[in-house]
């Protein structure tokens, strides 16, 4: 079943290449040729740079207690839950009108314009005006929550890393390297299971298997029907 998800993906990828372009796009892309295109767009240098601040700010404020060292490793452990979160209720928000208000996020507009073409690459990117008051937000709230400085630095590195580790592993996934290795590879063909067989699964995007599995949307593709609406959400018009 696998191999008929990639050869549909294939067949459609092909497709679309050739209705939008007359030709395909498609080429063979090392990792570090996709290293360096990634650098072509704003949101990997807004994010290091918070990363990088975040790392001097840690640094300048001293030691700290050695249980900041489990900062990031709980952190990583709650990820793909907050992945998932995050992808069910805001990037698939499902537009709605409030009285004369219509709420509806410019995260989930563009994920919508995402899905309906993911070979789109600044759409597999955050919004960099989302990430012009989201990434600054962050130094806000985590240094007035957290009652210790190390600690709120700490966790502020691990932040802008886990944001930067996603921008990159989505880029990739989308770009034209194509897996080398099993690990990336089951994340790979997690997601275009989420773009070309049915979008209400597979909500995951840098681990497999993980929330999806808990939250009950990582079923096996032979029973999962490939859906008329992965590239329109909300068969909106």
């Known amino acids: 079943m696998t191999d008929d998800v990639d050869r549909l993906a294939r067949e459609r990828l092909a497709a679309d290449e050739a209705r939008i372009t007359g030709f395909s796009r498609r080429r063979g892309l090392t990792l570090g040729q996709a290293w360096r295109a990634f650098w072509h767009h704003p949101s990997p240098w807004l994010i290091a740079t918070f990363l990088l601040a975040s790392v001097v700010g840690r640094v300048v ?31 698939h928000w499902r537009p709605r009108r409030v009285g004369p208000v219509e709420i509806d996020s410019l995260l989930a507009r563009k994920h919508r314009e995402h899905h309906a073409d993911p ?32 600690a709120a630095w700490s966790l502020l590195v691990s932040v802008y890393a886990v944001m930067f580790g996603y921008e990159w592993t989505h880029y990739l996934i989308h770009s034209d390297h194509r897996p080398r290795t099993r690990a990336y590879r089951a994340v790979w063909r997690n997601h275009r299971l989420h773009h070309y067989k049915n979008e209400h699964y597979w909500f995951t995007v840098t681990s497999a298997g993980t929330a ?17 609406t992965a590239k329109n959400l909300h068969g909106a018009a």
């Open 61 to 91: 404020v001293g030691p700290g207690s050695w249980w900041e060292l489990l900062i990031p490793v709980v952190l990583l452990a709650l990820f793909p839950a907050i992945e998932w979160v995050i992808h069910v209720g805001i990037l």
């Open 119 to 150: 070979r789109d690459l600044p759409l597999v990117f955050i919004p960099w005006p989302v990430l012009t008051w989201l990434l600054p937000a962050y130094v806000a709230v985590v240094l007035l929550a957290v009652p210790s400085a190390s």
């Open 212 to 228: 999806d599995r808990l939250f009950g949307t990582y079923p096996d593709p032979d029973t999962v029907p490939t859906s008329p």
